[in-house]
């Protein structure tokens, strides 16, 4: 399932129990990148913090967007799944892989493919981001400090994908249950995990 196994004594450990018993409210069940953090449990909260903080300045649509934009980029089919799924709060199945491949037109709005188009770049190669590829961002009347909030979630998403994608997690099997197109358009890197779990992927 993963590179390295949880800590053997979590199971004792109140700090990681808390921390799995959050993530299984939130997902209805245990996900697979958890365990990874139940050597040092510090850092996923840690990690909600740096989240709160990117999310405040920023829209929850264009928080996912450019997040997904991101993930794709890194070939996270962790991530990409995960967001790519909150996203159908906004838009149909068709869109959203349609996205996912990079096709903005008439889908989102001139500043949110902005936004996604730079997060897409810095995500894949950030020493190749020059002050042109800021241009249309610029077009599209973002302020320096929302250029900051796009960057900021472009590059906290690196963190957290880097560091489940290099630890060997796999995306959930209950992200199985998505419709073939979508789950394809979404898988950019790992496979998902075939092991069937009862669960189901939620939009939100």
């Not at 850092?43 to 649509?61: F, K, N, S």
């Amino acid at each position: 399932m993963a590179f390295i196994q949880a800590e053997p004594k979590a199971l004792t450990d109140s700090h990681v129990q808390q921390l799995y018993d959050r993530q299984r409210r939130a997902f209805g069940y245990l996900p697979n990148y958890a365990e990874l953090f139940s050597h040092r449990p510090e850092i996923i909260d840690l990690w909600a913090e740096l989240q709160r903080g990117l999310r405040r300045h920023i829209t929850p649509r264009m928080f996912e967007l450019v997040t997904m934009a991101a993930a794709g980029a890194l070939k996270s089919s962790y991530c990409s799944l995960a967001h790519g799924c909150r996203l159908r709060e906004y838009f149909t199945d068709a869109e959203i892989e349609s996205l996912a491949a990079g096709e903005y037109e008439g889908i989102v709005d001139i500043r949110e493919a902005a936004a996604m188009a730079y997060a897409a770049q810095l995500a894949a190669d950030a020493t190749s981001v020059t002050d042109a590829h800021l241009a249309p961002m610029r077009a599209a009347r973002f302020s320096d400090a929302e250029i900051f909030d796009v960057a900021g979630v472009a590059a906290g998403r690196a963190f957290f994908s880097k560091l489940v994608e290099g630890l060997g997690a796999l995306p959930d099997p209950a992200y199985l249950q998505l419709e073939t197109p979508l789950r394809r358009a979404l898988t950019v890197g790992r496979r998902i995990e075939s092991e069937e779990r009862a669960a189901p992927v939620e939009s939100g």
